[in-house]
């Protein structure tokens, strides 16, 4: 018997992705195609159920779902692609066709609800996985597919934003599942088809450029060991409690802490709220000096002018460009909805026979940085009319590369960068604001639920407890840093999912205020790191979590009083930011604050990270990385002694 519960839902999930990655891998990568690896991956479906007819084992039932949910992969592929049928259209014959078929055999219950004590089953356990079974399990991993393709192309949500819909919709229906008074064959297998368009769209975010990009070969080895990690992990658990009895309790205390922090709104704000503020503020201090707003009015017909135009409307890192007739712009001006407007004249063409052409250029330089940012774009613009050599493609690849173009300024920029990848500035302020998230959510929560015991008098009950005080340090620490992952992990997860976001991109067309309302959320977009530079990321940030949660602790038990331990915690939390580079690159500040950054553990997260996220090697990674371990180190034993110490006197 199979029982139907949370863990097993994850691993239908988790198979949903092995399947349809494993049915990729056949069809793409081994280059069989879609009708192709219908005869492999039949054959290993037909393997799989011959032995689970014989051998009713769970290994083999899950082992029969991945074959078959990889087979109908290459099914509805090759009915959506192949057969050009459409995803829209066999999507709909086959929930069609899944319906009636429940509908049609509701006396056949797959499922039984027994409340009796009989031997061997349970609640919510799957009955029978007979014939009727697996040709439902066929129908409704064939419909996941087209399905989970019109969900993330033809509806526009992409595979990262279509994979947190469908990921909502599976979640509201297990819960509505679970809490139903009787079990019901249409519910399970309703999951089960929103489960599969879901296994779709997020084993192509894993896998596809628009997502994760892991590959199909890489994609399908994690997904597998995911599988192998949640059917194991309740034995291991197990196995690990028996041996060790004291890792069920640190695990307890630790889950509580976090039930117990995510029933206080009020401390989630205070550790949220500052972060997010400072980002708005960064967000507008780097829009008040990136691209500004500029008008663009064509009053000339030529050709010479549609020019000028085009290299003024391609120049996307000095405007935000929104062409308007002089009507329109002169409001716009006026009304300050924009900063400088740039007129090519109706006899542009005449005056550049002429060598006496000009381009009007109203500005509005209230502020001199702002205006000479535009100065300096609009000449550029200008000079590279004649001398494309000056023009930024020119600088960057011209004469660094050899090339030589048409220059009668006989002078040309030949510039050489040290990095080979460019990020917005925006972006490159994501970063700071990432570790904000992390200090003020570790260090704040942790210090709060230290004083928490101390104010309360359960950690009087704590001191008494057998488990030992060490296993106690250890379950403060865990606690904190599930505190700090609960909040943290979606922030990066919506960073990387940004991109499907159609407005964020600059070839997307939007209007000007739609641009820049979600300026804000598409300056987050974080891009997809290699595999290493993921392990590096991930490293990072463990560490500096660790660090966080150590030095909360040590906060909670030195204050021991919520309201104070909340100033000091963002006090703190704010001073670690600005010191570690917040705003800036720490080798830009004067040099008493480089002095000081040298023992700011932040300075080397920010580093870190950017170096990881934004860039093609891992300079300097090791030395971040072994300076903010040590930082993790010291506070960890800091707070292990100074919590023993405080228990000792409770």
Request: with cysteine.
């Amino acid at each position: 018997m199979i029982r139907i519960d949370r863990r097993y839902w994850v691993a239908m999930l988790t198979a949903s992705v092995l399947g349809v990655s494993f049915g990729d891998f056949i069809a793409k990568v081994l280059k069989l195609g879609h009708a192709g690896a219908l005869l492999p991956c039949g054959l290993l479906l037909a393997v799989s159920l011959l032995v689970r007819a014989r051998r009713t084992t769970e290994a083999w039932y899950w082992a029969a779902v991945v074959s078959m949910l990889a087979t109908t992969t290459s099914i509805g592929d090759s009915l959506s692609h192949v057969l050009h049928l459409g995803n829209g259209t066999v999507s709909a014959a086959l929930a069609s066709l899944l319906a009636i078929s429940v509908i049609a055999r509701r006396s056949g219950a797959l499922m039984r609800a027994t409340t009796d004590a009989t031997p061997g089953i349970a609640p919510n356990q799957l009955q029978a996985a007979g014939t009727r079974y697996w040709s439902l399990m066929l129908i409704a991993g064939s419909f996941g597919t087209p399905a989970g393709d019109l969900v993330a192309d033809s509806l526009g949500l992409g595979t990262g934003w279509g994979s947190v819909v469908l990921l909502a919709l599976l979640a509201s229906l297990i819960v509505f599942d679970r809490r139903a008074k009787c079990e019901s064959e249409a519910r399970y297998w309703l999951i089960v088809a929103v489960l599969c368009i879901a296994g779709t769209t997020i084993a192509d975010f894993v896998n596809g450029d628009d997502g994760l990009n892991l590959g199909l070969s890489v994609g399908t080895i994690v997904a597998l060991m995911g599988l192998a990690v949640v059917l194991l992990f309740a034995k291991i658990w197990a196995a690990a409690q028996q041996r060790w009895p004291v890792s069920g309790a640190i695990w307890g205390v630790a889950r509580n802490d976090l039930a117990v922090w995510l029933r206080s709104p009020a401390a989630i704000a205070a550790a949220l709220l500052p972060a997010l503020g400072m980002g708005v503020l960064v967000a507008m201090l780097t829009a008040s000096v990136g691209r500004q707003p500029v008008a663009l009015v064509v009053e000339g017909e030529g050709r010479l002018a549609a020019r000028m135009a085009r290299l003024i409307n391609a120049d996307k890192d000095a405007y935000l460009l929104e062409r308007m007739s002089a009507a329109d712009a002169g409001r716009a001006f006026a009304e300050q909805r924009v900063a400088a407007a740039i007129v090519i004249p109706a006899d542009f063409d005449s005056h550049v026979a002429h060598w006496d052409a000009s381009v009007h250029l109203y500005l509005n330089n209230v502020n001199i940085d702002i205006a000479d940012d535009l100065r300096r774009a609009v000449t550029r613009s200008v000079a590279e009319f004649d001398a494309p050599q000056l023009g930024l493609l020119g600088e960057l690849h011209g004469p660094s590369k050899g090339l030589l173009l048409p220059n009668p300024y006989r002078i040309a920029v030949a510039e050489r960068d040290v990095r080979e990848t460019e990020v917005s500035l925006l972006q490159y302020q994501v970063i700071p604001i990432i570790l904000l998230v992390v200090i003020s959510v570790g260090l704040l929560g942790t210090a709060l639920l230290t004083a928490r015991d101390f104010d309360r008098g359960t950690a009087k009950i704590m001191v008494l407890s057998p488990v030992g005080r060490l296993p106690l340090v250890l379950c403060r620490l865990l606690g904190g840093a599930l505190i700090t992952a609960s909040l943290v992990v979606p922030l990066i997860a919506v960073g990387f999912m940004t991109r499907s976001i159609p407005y964020c991109h600059e070839e997307s067309g939007g209007p000007l205020w739609l641009t820049l309302l979600l300026s804000g959320l598409c300056g987050w977009m974080l891009p997809v790191p290699p595999w290493s530079h993921a392990l590096a990321l991930l490293a990072l940030l463990i560490a500096v979590t660790l660090t966080a949660v150590g030095l909360g602790t040590l906060l909670g038990v030195w204050l021991r009083d919520a309201k104070i331990v909340t100033m000091a915690g963002l006090n703190a939390a704010a001073y670690l930011f600005f010191l570690g580079g917040g705003f800036t690159t720490v080798a830009f500040l004067p040099e008493w604050i480089q002095t000081v950054s040298r023992i700011v553990p932040t300075s080397y997260a920010i580093n870190g990270l950017r170096q990881a996220l934004f860039y093609p090697d891992l300079l300097g990674f090791g030395r971040d990385l072994a300076a903010l371990l040590v930082c993790a180190t010291i506070a960890a034993l800091l707070a292990s002694l100074a919590l023993t110490r405080a228990w000792r006197r409770t």
